[in-house]
């Protein structure tokens, strides 16, 4: 890869209190790794070719932590349902499609190619149980250039026959098959993660037997936590045992510690759920778009970023309508001031810079060093050109920054997007 020289208006999160704005300068990476930022190029450099974006924007690439590759096909529908409703009626169905190898090759190309024009440049996705089609699935995440863990989503219980493992040690065992053959093609960028895709669906069996499949291939784990009031009733109803909903993952190793874990949602996680997930170094997904289109709740995003909690956004589609990071970028504070206003006057809004760091260097902890361009950071780059929505005022970098993203130049001012 050797050196990339970027010259244009950087802006990044270094940390959630404040955008580091840098106005026409150069970004330098030598074999993918970030230098530094200069003001002037550096003599060592003076003959490498510089991809110059004067004038445009180059912010680090954005990190979605959770979002369901089938679910695609059907973002923007079936938005009334609640979310136990919504997987009966509308998830599940179109799942089931994608035991046609056929279907899942139209449907998942269209949304690899929706990702790879998108400001996306890490994702954490969820397949279905298919695993032929889960692995054409990597295929083509492995194309778009994005860094990717895509799941075989796991289930043997409260779904349709056709949506079920015929067994937990056969669903564990078609599971390590996904793994193998997904190691076997040799990706360079696309990896598998255990994905039992919430307790609702999952038996105990079935959970001790992917906690095998996990240590033997120390993956990292995806899953859903505490998204809905319904769904946490049941939780307590199918594993009286536990302590809370985050204990029922956690009695099978599948929580953090030595499991490197993401949990979507958390939106009426306890304060003795809360510790656990911080005791345990567990990633929160933050859906905003989901969890209000699915009528699920506010996360409390000011508890988590007070308690030191690691944490990054999710677009949640379908029950999020878009894979726009931008759209929850701004979902996230929006729902913030409605948290704060209704629920917790204690609980101030989340700032522009405080959103813009989880969707960037905040998510990207769970890939590594990826989100920022601080020196020794992964390449992971947009370059956005704002003057498709002119304006007639000037305006510093922060307030381009903060109008892009608010009016969606991901959609169609994306003029270049690198990483490693």
């Known amino acids: 890869m050797d050196t990339i020289i970027l010259r244009g208006d950087i802006c990044f999160t270094p940390d959630k209190d404040h955008l580091e704005t840098h106005p026409d300068s150069y970004l330098v990476f030598e074999n993918g790794i970030c230098r530094g930022i200069f003001s002037k190029l550096p003599e060592k450099y003076a003959c ?30 079936g938005m009334d349902y609640e979310l136990l409703t919504w997987l009966k009626n509308r998830t599940f169905p179109e799942e089931a499609k994608y035991a046609d190898t056929e279907y899942a090759a ?3 190309g269209m949304f690899a190619d929706q990702m790879k024009k998108s400001a996306t440049t890490h994702a954490v996705i969820f397949g279905t149980i298919h ?95 505490s998204e809905n009031p319904g769904e946490v009733e049941l939780v307590k109803k199918l594993m009286p045992q536990a302590k809370f909903y985050a204990d029922a993952y956690d009695r099978f190793g599948l929580f953090g510690k030595q499991a490197k874990t993401v949990m979507a949602h958390c939106v009426y996680s306890t304060g003795e759920e809360i510790e656990r997930i911080k005791e345990n170094g567990v990633w929160i997904a933050h859906c905003p778009s989901s969890n209000v289109n699915l009528s699920s709740g506010i996360a409390p995003v000011r508890k988590y970023i007070e308690n030191g909690i690691r944490m990054g956004l999710g677009s949640d589609v379908a029950g999020g309508q878009t894979e726009s990071i931008f759209r929850a970028i701004t979902d996230t504070i929006g729902v913030s001031k409605l948290y704060w206003r209704y629920i917790d006057a204690d609980a101030k809004p989340i700032t522009f810079s405080e959103s813009f760091y989880l969707a960037t260097k905040g998510g990207g902890s769970f890939f590594g060093k990826v ?3 601080e020196e020794g950071y992964e390449m992971s780059v947009v ?6 929505i002119p304006h007639p005022q000037q305006l510093s970098l922060e307030e381009r920054v903060e109008r892009s993203v608010y009016l969606g130049v991901d959609v ?9």
């Open 48 to 77: 490498i070719h510089v991809k110059d974006y004067k004038g445009h924007l180059i912010i680090p690439g954005m990190v979605d932590l959770h979002i369901h590759a089938p679910q695609f096909a059907f973002r923007g529908m």
């Open 106 to 108: 139209l449907a998942y």
């Open 371 to 373: 989100g920022s361009f």
């Open 383 to 388: 370059v956005l050109d704002d003057s498709v």
């Open 131 to 225: 695993r032929e089609a889960t692995l054409m699935l990597m295929d083509m995440m492995e194309n778009t250039g994005l860094t990717s863990y895509v799941g075989k989503v796991n289930m043997d219980r409260d779904a349709p026959v056709e949506l079920l493992e015929s067994g937990a040690r056969e669903g564990a065992a078609d599971t390590i098959s996904f793994i193998n053959e997904s190691l076997r093609r040799g990706y360079k960028k696309t990896k598998p993660i255990l994905t039992p895709r919430f307790i609702p669906c999952c038996t105990d069996e079935l959970l001790r037997e992917l906690s095998k499949v996990r240590i033997q291939y120390d993956l990292p784990v995806q899953s859903h936590l």
């Open 412 to 420: 169609r001012g994306i003029r270049a997007k690198l990483c490693i």
